[in-house]
């Protein structure tokens, strides 16, 4: 399965729909830097953690059961072939940390023709501790 989201060119300069207006801001201050070098974003990734219920039948309480229950990742970024999960965060935390693994894990699996490269974390700080675990992990970390 390839990722069906609506893309979008890095000067969009919309707000996604659930991520928090903090976090938006740093967003902002993000795609302008030269650090944003990705061709095209989509937001909102819907990443399935349970199948939906084989006794709901109608369409739209399946689409429902989906948008509920589905972890949903900030951006994805997309250079040539590969893309890269991008997770927002005013301030990154080990909670950061968990949470953008998790989303690799789910994204491989959900995604598995899709060629992933490491996650991206944008960030306007890191809480104290956090930065060397970021960095064993493989997680690349832009500040902003």
């Known amino acids: 399965m390839k990722i069906d989201d609506t893309w979008y ?3 969009w300069r919309g707000r996604p729909a659930s991520m928090p207006w903090s976090d938006w801001q740093i ?3 993000w795609i302008v830097s030269e650090l944003a070098l990705y061709e095209r974003y989509a ?3 819907l990443l399935d953690v349970a199948p939906v219920p084989s ?3 109608d369409p739209a309480m399946r689409r429902m059961w989906r948008e509920n229950t589905a972890k949903r990742i900030d951006a994805v970024g997309r250079r ?3 893309s890269t999960i991008i997770e927002v965060r005013e ?3 080990w909670q950061t940390i968990g949470q953008v693994l998790g989303y690799q894990t789910l994204a491989e699996l959900q995604y598995s023709e899709e060629l992933w490269t490491r996650p991206l974390i944008v960030t306007g700080g890191v809480a104290l501790g956090v930065e060397p675990a970021i960095r064993a992990q493989h997680i690349t970390l832009a500040l902003v």
């Open 80 to 82: 040539g072939d590969a």
């Open 55 to 57: 006794t709901v039948i």
């Open 43 to 45: 937001y909102d990734v």
């Open 91 to 93: 301030l990154a935390t």
């Open 9 to 11: 060119p890095p000067s």
């Open 27 to 29: 967003w902002q201050r």
